[in-house]
């Protein structure tokens, strides 16, 4: 390492998977049997230790103040602590052992205090990414002997990258103000990830930090990025649903799901197609405020009720944005406090955001005839966004959908593997009974959630709404003198929106694209997110019946073995 503190390191290392991985013990600092090694420590810290004392006990007998001490001393005192951290480390004593191995890395030119070298989530010493440059993490070893005239590497960052860089790490610039201060986003994700990597002491090899648009995220999407994870993204399709054709792209992880989605679309698309329904459109935002007593309370929500005051309310609330239009508001009293559910619509967008300037506003207008009105917070999970609330089960939020098909008899047998009669019995025992038994809120169903979130994070929803955008009630029926299958999900919270947010991302943009919903739609505002939230309930619809079909004809187990196991040799791959 040279003064500037750039990484380098030597050629001709010995790999790592060579050396051994035991710990580094005391006893290895010096190149002698072991034995020996004992023997010189022990003899020198009892030696030592007993001139010490001897030369002690003379000055007290002298009056000679112990603080002054002769180079014979010192050398002594030098000795008995070596030897005595010696000792420390030979009996395992951890710290010890850690401090002795970090000095053997000193021996071949590899700082321990450096903070470019990391460890790897194998636990293996490896040299930083560099912070401007896409390489692979170059992992180092001891070297058996150490060459004398190999050259070394270039610097991994520039100067004022590595001045940056050391900067956020002692603290001196903030590692979310890089974006303002640097004006380059990439620039700002490559230093925040070194310095992340030199803090922690880990490698962040593996999470892919080049080949995205970080000006796209500012002040919207991410704050504070250090890369991008990649999730795959597979086709399920065509769904046909209400007489158009659909390639559904769905991000996940998990095998088998788009293979038994994809089943499940196809049986749907022989039997004809499904068909959906848009039940309700109305995001909802619920603040909570306090009076001074139930009664007061009890006002507010007669007034706000009041079908005769809702226009002069609509007008306030409406000011606030081109899309946003209220629909109702339900009130909810708990003592003198009151939780005000405002419903509205909101064109393409999901709308969360939108609403909170109009919700503000018709607060501050209450304010005038209700000045003793105390406004705890502009949320008061009265709405409820992000958990599973019986008020998005019963009034629901966001898209309420329902969609059905018919399923042909020779189509359940020939694609699905078994019969209407089993589905009926399952679904009845499963989704319904069962679902009962576990006391599931919106939970009547086989595996909306899984459905929703890859579809949500294909199109860059957001995420964590699946938890009230799965609610969701399949219902199976035998049909045309028992012979097909009726099927139908019901799903009345589907929060969706093709503008603002992870939509604008390239890749979430292209799915939404691949669709038919991307962005606004000028035409007919609030047509784009709505078709979205039909395909999401036919995609379900499409999930339930291939996954209840497996369950019944006992393929689960097999599917999953065959698709969402790896084949690779683990024993081998650890070797």
């Not at 996954?547 to 081998?572: E, P, T």
Request: hydrophobic share 40%; charged share 20%.
């Amino acid at each position: 390492m040279d003064t500037t503190g750039r990484l380098h390191h030597r050629k001709h290392a010995t790999p790592v998977e060579d050396r051994s991985p035991t710990t580094p013990k005391a006893s290895d600092a010096l190149p002698l049997p072991l034995y020996l090694t004992n023997a010189v420590f022990f003899t020198l810290f009892f030696s030592v230790a007993y001139y010490l004392l001897h030369r002690w006990r003379d000055k007290i007998r002298n009056s000679t103040p112990l603080h002054i001490v002769t180079l014979s001393e010192i050398v002594a005192i030098v000795s008995l602590i070596a030897s005595f951290i010696y000792l420390l480390g030979f009996f395992g004593i951890d710290f010890v052992q850690s401090f002795i191995a970090r000095a053997s890395h000193d021996v071949w030119d590899l700082e321990d205090t450096d903070p470019n070298y990391l460890i790897d989530e194998d636990h293996r010493l490896v040299t930083c990414p560099p912070a401007n440059i896409s390489t692979k993490t170059t992992i180092i070893a001891a070297p058996t002997k150490l060459p004398t005239s190999e050259p070394l590497i270039a610097p991994l960052v520039s100067e004022e990258d590595e001045m940056i860089v050391n900067s956020v790490v002692d603290g001196k610039i903030p590692s979310y103000s890089l974006e303002s201060k640097l004006g380059d986003c990439k620039r700002a994700a490559a230093i925040r990830r070194e310095a992340l990597q030199r803090m922690t002491r880990r490698s962040l090899e593996g999470l892919p930090v080049e080949g995205f648009d970080y000006e796209s995220i500012l002040g919207q999407c991410c704050e504070m990025p250090v890369g991008y994870v990649q999730i795959p993204v597979g086709i399920a399709g065509p769904l046909l649903l209400n007489g158009r054709e659909y390639s559904v792209p769905m991000a996940t992880t998990e095998g088998c799901l788009v293979a038994s989605t994809n089943r499940g679309c196809k049986a749907i698309y022989l039997s004809g197609g499904a068909t959906s329904v848009l039940l309700k459109d109305g995001m909802t935002r619920a603040p909570v405020v306090r009076f001074a007593s139930a009664t007061r309370a009890a006002e507010l929500k007669f007034f706000l009720e009041d079908p005769d005051n809702f226009d002069t309310l609509a007008v306030v609330f409406n000011k606030s944005s081109r899309f946003a239009r209220l629909q109702g508001i339900k009130c909810s009293i708990a003592g003198k406090n009151l939780y005000i559910r405002f419903s509205y619509s909101t064109g393409d967008a999901m709308g969360m955001n939108m609403v909170s300037k109009g919700v503000q506003n018709v607060l501050e207008f209450l304010q005038s005839d209700f000045s003793d009105m105390d406004v705890i917070g502009i949320s008061g999970n009265f709405c409820s966004d992000k958990k599973p609330a019986a008020v998005n089960w019963i009034e629901g939020r966001g898209k309420s959908v329902v969609c059905e098909a018919i399923i042909k008899e020779e189509v359940v047998k020939k694609v699905l593997k078994t019969n209407v009669a089993s589905l009926v019995e399952l679904n009845m025992l499963k989704n319904l009974a069962g679902s009962a038994v576990a006391g599931a809120l919106g939970g009547f169903n086989a595996h909306a959630g899984n459905i929703v979130s890859a579809i949500f994070i294909a199109t860059g929803q957001d995420p964590a709404q699946n938890v009230e955008s799965s609610h969701c009630i399949t219902m199976m029926e035998a049909v045309n003198d028992g012979k097909d299958l009726h099927i139908s999900v019901t799903m009345p919270s589907i929060e969706v929106g093709t503008v603002g947010g992870g939509t604008q991302l390239a890749s979430q943009s292209a799915c939404l694209n691949l669709l038919g919903v991307k962005g606004a739609n000028k035409e007919s505002p609030g047509s784009n997110s709505r078709l979205l939230a039909a395909i999401v309930a036919g995609s379900v619809l499409a999930g339930e019946l291939s996954l209840m079909s497996a369950i019944a004809a006992g393929q689960l187990v097999k599917s999953h073995m065959k698709y969402n196991r790896s084949s690779k040799d683990m024993s081998k791959a650890a070797s």
